[in-house]
């Protein structure tokens, strides 16, 4: 199985370094895959790092792409055009894959069949977190550990997994069935706007694609200091709250009572008694998941009574391929 690593960055050529690294000590056979650099914009050392790593003897063959159109759902599609492999496997540019993660992922897709993966995600905390942090958190932060057994991932059940872009695998038929990502949804300098990785999943499960969570396919992603702020969750946790409410209004089939699918309204009371048990205990862990769990319920009632949830500004082109 030939596999094409894609990797968007930009003005990160340190970490990015510590990524190509790791990826030229995967357990992959020479000559058998591919890493893709879509470098969005950088005005750093990045094309000197990407070069340095395809001067390399070795491991598979490196190749830069020069992106220059802002945002990192722009850079993949960019990618994705020029990718060979039958299998694309996806991270990011302050992620450091374990050596066998590429070989877990080919292994498991040819074991189980499945359409698209994800895998497993562990933290490399800048500094050590905060006493309030607390795994219900991790998902802002692009970390979530799922566990040690592999789990099957369909329309009728996927245990509350999304794949994200740090640590997924799809196969390249169905990138050219589908198309790349929304470039509507995909982050961009300033904004704290998401949801690109998510939507794709939706519509991999709406086409009928099934998936596995495939637990030996580790990465360890860079969480800095900045983001180990109340603040930002506040903000991360409001805005993704839009997000998933503009997906489900594409996507979901749930019954909705005043606009908002039923499951929040059952959920919301018993979000806010833990909070205020949480703020009763002095539990600053439970306090505070409890707490942006109704921040995250505001984002998503105002998106769904206020905003826009119509059709995507752009429809992902299908990915040709070569």
Same mark, same amino acid.
């Given at each position: 199985?030939?596999?094409?690593?894609?990797?968007?960055?930009?003005?990160?050529?340190?970490?990015?370094?510590?990524?190509?690294?790791?990826?030229?000590?995967?357990?992959?056979?020479?000559?058998?895959?591919?890493?893709?650099?879509?470098?969005?914009?950088?005005?750093?050392?990045?094309?000197?790092?990407?070069?340095?790593?395809?001067?390399?003897?070795?491991?598979?063959?490196? +190749?830069?792409?020069?992106?220059?159109?802002?945002?990192?759902?722009?850079?993949?599609?960019?990618?994705?055009?020029?990718?060979?492999?039958?299998?694309?496997?996806?991270?990011?540019?302050?992620?450091?894959?374990?050596?066998?993660?590429?070989?877990?992922?080919?292994?498991?897709?040819?074991?189980?069949?499945a359409?698209?993966?994800?895998?497993?995600?562990?933290?490399r905390?800048?500094?050590?977190?905060?006493?309030?942090?607390?795994?219900?958190?991790?998902?802002?932060?692009?970390?979530?550990?799922?566990?040690?057994?592999?789990?099957?991932?369909?329309?009728?059940?996927?245990?509350?997994?999304?794949?994200?872009?740090?640590?997924?695998?799809?196969?390249?038929?169905?990138?050219?069935?589908?198309?790349?990502? +929304?470039?509507?949804?995909?982050?961009?300098?300033?904004?704290?706007?998401?949801?690109e990785?998510?939507?794709?999943?939706?519509?991999?499960?709406?086409?009928?694609?099934?998936?596995?969570?495939?637990?030996?396919?580790?990465?360890?992603?860079? *969480?800095?200091?900045?983001r180990?702020?109340?603040?930002?969750?506040?903000?991360?946790?409001?805005?993704?709250?839009?997000?998933?409410?503009?997906?489900?209004? /594409?996507?979901?089939?749930?019954?909705?009572?005043?606009?908002?699918? +039923?499951?929040?309204?059952? /959920?919301?009371?018993?979000?806010?008694? /833990?909070a205020?048990?949480?703020?009763?205990?002095?539990?600053?862990?439970?306090r505070?998941?409890?707490?942006?769990?109704?921040?995250?319920?505001?984002?998503y *009632?105002?998106?769904?009574?206020?905003?826009?949830?119509?059709?995507? /500004?752009?429809?992902?082109?299908?990915?040709?391929?070569?």
């Amino acid at each position: 199985m030939f596999v094409s690593v894609i990797v968007a960055t930009r003005d990160r050529e340190r970490l990015l370094g510590q990524t190509l690294d790791a990826l030229a000590a995967q357990r992959w056979p020479r000559r058998q895959g591919e890493i893709l650099i879509a470098d969005n914009g950088s005005t750093d050392g990045t094309r000197a790092v990407v070069r340095a790593a395809a001067a390399r003897t070795e491991g598979p063959p490196v +190749r830069y792409l020069h992106v220059p159109q802002p945002g990192k759902s722009v850079a993949v599609n960019a990618a994705l055009q020029q990718a060979r492999g039958d299998l694309l496997a996806f991270t990011d540019d302050d992620v450091v894959p374990e050596r066998d993660w590429l070989a877990s992922f080919a292994e498991a897709a040819e074991e189980t069949g499945a359409d698209f993966l994800a895998g497993r995600i562990l933290p490399r905390w800048e500094i050590p977190p905060p006493p309030w942090m607390s795994p219900a958190l991790h998902g802002a932060l692009a970390i979530p550990d799922n566990g040690e057994r592999r789990l099957a991932i369909s329309a009728g059940s996927h245990h509350g997994i999304i794949p994200i872009g740090a640590n997924m695998a799809v196969r390249a038929d169905v990138v050219r069935r589908l198309g790349g990502l +929304r470039t509507d949804l995909g982050k961009l300098d300033g904004t704290l706007r998401t949801g690109e990785d998510h939507e794709f999943f939706l519509r991999m499960l709406h086409a009928g694609c099934k998936g596995i969570y495939e637990p030996t396919a580790v990465v360890r992603h860079f *969480v800095p200091r900045s983001r180990l702020e109340r603040s930002y969750f506040r903000s991360w946790l409001y805005q993704n709250g839009r997000d998933v409410a503009r997906l489900e209004a /594409a996507y979901s089939t749930a019954v909705r009572l005043l606009g908002i699918p +039923r499951y929040l309204w059952r /959920a919301a009371p018993a979000d806010a008694l /833990a909070a205020l048990h949480a703020f009763g205990t002095g539990d600053s862990r439970r306090r505070f998941a409890a707490g942006v769990r109704l921040i995250w319920l505001a984002g998503y *009632v105002r998106e769904s009574w206020f905003g826009r949830t119509s059709a995507p /500004a752009a429809t992902p082109q299908p990915a040709e391929g070569r």
